[in-house]
């Protein structure tokens, strides 16, 4: 695929704010045919720029009330390939990470309650190799951004906000 040019990252930002958005649509806000923009799609899918299409949930609609960041530490980097090899099996988990720092893993967690978050906690312990969890629960989200800045201008432009639902 040729360079990504101002055309694929107008097509990659209405998706992203719309991936529902019809071909004919986009067509024409960038000014290119149906065909040639679907074929540019299609592209971005074949080398995996565009992973899949997806709804954002409102967690809390549908019961998930606790959101929570746990910090992992793993024994030894040896240990590492196995614990990445079955942390995905664990429900509620919606994020992994391998970081620097105190920790070799952070996590993001959406669940029910503090029970499931227990259980949740109490099945990461029981992977080998893992030392220690350290769990942050999130009081409140100002903003979750589910966009990727696709340009230089766009750092610098200020972001619509998706509405969060706070519990008070």
Known sequence: MKEIDEIDLKILGFLQQDGRMPVSEIGEKVELSSPSVADRIHKFEEKGIIQKYTAILNAREI????????????????????????????????????????????????TRNTQTLEEVIRQIRSIEGVTRTETEVVLSTTFEHTEVLLNDVEQNKERPLRSVVRAR
């Open 63 to 110: 019961g998930k009330d606790v959101t929570a960041f746990i910090g992992v530490s793993v024994s030894h980097p040896q240990g590492i390939p196995h614990f990445e090899s079955v942390i995905g099996r664990i429900g509620d988990i919606l994020e992994c990470h391998h970081v620097t720092g105190e920790h070799t893993f952070r996590l993001k967690i959406k």
